[in-house]
């Protein structure tokens, strides 16, 4: 683990803010990489990704970006897809 790894630990473990921040900001990055994997795996732009799941393309972009916290059933639909 490098000295940086070490140190988050220890502060999120001391900080019970933090901890809840930097929870919130791992999902957003786990999901921005799950969109973006799915996109890619079906061969489609951000447009036609947004129309797939009938959202704006600035939503798409703000998804992969980790800039919006996304609605549960928005989660579900990307979750789901499986084409």
């Known amino acids: 683990m490098s000295k940086i790894q070490d140190f988050i630990k220890q502060d999120i473990n001391t900080n019970p803010s933090l901890k809840e921040e930097y929870k919130k900001v791992s999902i957003s990055l786990d999901l921005a990489i799950l969109v973006r994997k799915k996109r890619d795996k079906l061969g489609m732009t951000t447009k036609k ?4 799941l009938e959202v704006s393309e600035s939503t798409i972009k703000n998804i992969e970006a980790g800039t919006m916290t996304v609605p549960a059933n928005l989660v579900s639909k990307i979750v789901n897809i499986t084409r």
């Open 49 to 52: 990704f947004a129309e797939y």
